[in-house]
């Protein structure tokens, strides 16, 4: 058997096993929600982005999703939309809140992992100075609304300038950070690169957002998808 049928049944093996962890664990990665801004807010009810998360929910027999985010100037309420709540989390960096990639904080959090506490965390409008203090918010939150079995998880995805291709975008950090803290340095590594597919096969805005990518950015930019 040559060496690269024996990785594929290598890797075959771990996602079964990293699927049914997930199934029983308290999050369940998807991977990335959307490319661009559609429309600011961009998960607000009734925006296509956050219908688009609440129909991954309900497919997955949810009553909740997480969505994480960089933290800007949204205070990141949780809603409802269709009939799933939708829990808001944003990381700002001791950095700053950005949408631009630093390749060698990157290189750093992929080989060491994130830095405990390293990031302020806001979930549903409150602040945590920890992930454990926020991730305990996260939960409480699902379970005051019914929340039976793993959350569905993306991480926004949106780029503001550039190439969406290139740039994971909002909220790429957090997932990573999440998937590390809840299943491991390796499942982290998986959930990524499944994550980074996963709008390629499930977003049906994906070619729109991509083909008009440097448009939409700029009408975002300049305060021409403000529908608030």
């Known amino acids: 058997m040559k060496w690269y049928l024996i990785l594929l049944v290598i ?6 096993y990293l699927y ?18 559609l429309a600011n807010p961009d998960m607000y009810p009734g925006h296509s982005h956050s219908e688009l998360l609440a129909q991954y929910a309900q497919e997955k027999g949810s009553k909740c999703a997480l969505v994480v985010h960089f933290k800007g100037t949204s205070n990141y309420l949780s809603y409802n939309d269709s009939g799933v709540y939708i829990i808001e989390m944003a990381f700002e960096s001791s950095a700053g809140s950005t949408t631009n990639i630093d390749w060698g ?5 992929f080989v060491f992992g994130v830095p405990d506490n390293e990031w302020k965390i806001v979930v549903n409008g409150k602040e945590f100075d920890t992930y454990d203090a926020a ?11 019914g929340q039976q079995g793993a959350i569905p998880m993306v991480w926004h995805g949106t780029v503001r300038a550039g190439s969406p291709i290139i740039n994971p975008g909002c909220g790429f950090p957090l997932y990573y950070y999440i998937c590390w803290k809840q299943y491991g340095r390796f499942a982290a590594y998986y959930y990524v690169i499944a994550g980074s597919i996963f ?30």
Not at 135 to 145: I, L, Q, S, Y
């Open 105 to 109: 904080q990157a290189l750093q959090y």
């Open 135 to 145: 991730w305990a918010e996260v939960m409480k939150e699902a379970k005051a609304h």
């Open 11 to 16: 890797l075959i093996l771990f996602g079964g």
């Open 199 to 228: 709008p390629y096969i499930n977003d049906p805005y994906r070619n729109f957002e991509l083909q008009h990518a440097s448009e939409l950015q700029y009408y975002y930019t300049h305060n021409m998808l403000n529908y608030e």
């Open 20 to 37: 049914i962890s997930s199934e029983t664990g308290d999050v369940q990665p998807l991977g990335r929600l959307s490319f661009v801004k």
